[in-house]
């Protein structure tokens, strides 16, 4: 299936790079913004723009105004990039409702892996070793009993749920700190991906951060394209991926 129109639901360095992917393959771009962002760039490399209500990061997490934004401008297509609505299952099955393609996974998907606590049990169910942790949405006395149980010297990470792109997390090596941790994974997480739910795991000290890429398509042809080593990184946010990875 070849896209005649391809809305942008993000902003900054993620929506610039699709759309220039884009109008390399011949595809019209349509971009998003509520106004304070009216002046970006990204708003200004998209062959069209759509202000949407709201102000900030806010706006990008509104399904209603994102996908009438689509439909508005005749997009048949949306493209979330990463963070904001890329891994909420609501979005993808909204814009399949109204007959716009969703370039991501499904929705039965992303309800799974958009859902860190839920891609953990599914691991654990098919034998995957999985770091100790908490079952999510985890409350501050679940977490704070959970690091006790780690005896002393250990630490835990504090993550979000849903999204990813280093949101809503911090590590916590001492107990006072957990409240503090814990409120502000919260409110991280809520801003960037609308939900504050929050677990832990037991932080693995100098680990290394090593993915494989899955491509598939609505054919059926799945392949990978190895792995790829994304250890170093900045407020738990990638910096440099080397692929393929350092043995």
Same mark, same amino acid.
């Given at each position: 299936?070849?896209?005649?129109?391809?809305?942008?639901?993000?902003?900054?360095?993620?929506?610039i790079r699709i759309a220039r992917a884009a109008a390399d393959a011949g595809i019209a771009t349509v971009a998003i913004h509520p106004t304070d962002d009216a002046l970006s760039l990204h708003v200004r490399v998209a062959d069209e723009a759509v202000e949407i209500p709201g102000r900030g990061a806010r706006a990008?997490?509104?399904?209603?105004?994102?996908?009438?934004?689509?439909k508005s401008v005749g997009c048949d297509a949306v493209h979330p990039g990463y963070g904001f609505l890329s891994e909420n299952a609501a979005f993808?099955?909204?814009c399949a409702d109204v007959g716009l393609t969703f370039v991501g996974p499904k929705p039965a998907a992303l309800e799974l892996f958009g859902d860190k606590v839920?891609?953990?049990?599914?691991?654990? &169910?098919?034998?995957?070793?999985?770091?100790?942790?908490?079952?999510?949405p985890s409350s501050l006395e679940e977490i704070t009993a959970f690091f006790a149980s780690l005896g002393s010297h250990a630490a835990i990470?504090?993550?979000?749920?849903?999204?990813?792109?280093? &949101?809503?997390?911090?590590?916590v090596e001492n107990a006072s700190d957990l409240a503090e941790a814990y409120?502000?994974?919260?409110?991280?997480?809520?801003?960037?991906?609308?939900?504050?739910?929050?677990?832990?795991?037991?932080?693995?000290?100098?680990?290394?951060?090593?993915?494989?890429?899955?491509?598939?398509?609505?054919?059926?042809?799945?392949?990978?394209?190895?792995?790829?080593e994304c250890t170093i990184q900045r407020r738990h946010q990638k910096l440099i991926e080397v692929a393929p990875s350092r043995r």
């Open positions: 299936m070849s896209f005649k129109k391809l809305l942008i639901a993000n902003r900054g360095e993620i929506a990008y997490l509104d399904i209603d105004a994102v996908v009438t934004a689509a993808a099955k909204a839920a891609a953990r049990q599914l691991a654990k &169910r098919c034998g995957v070793p999985i770091i100790a942790g908490t079952s999510g990470v504090i993550k979000a749920m849903a999204g990813g792109g280093g &949101r809503g997390m911090r590590v409120a502000r994974c919260q409110s991280e997480a809520k801003a960037a991906f609308g939900f504050d739910g929050v677990y832990a795991e037991r932080l693995i000290r100098q680990a290394r951060h090593i993915e494989v890429q899955i491509i598939g398509d609505r054919h059926g042809a799945i392949s990978h394209l190895w792995e790829r």
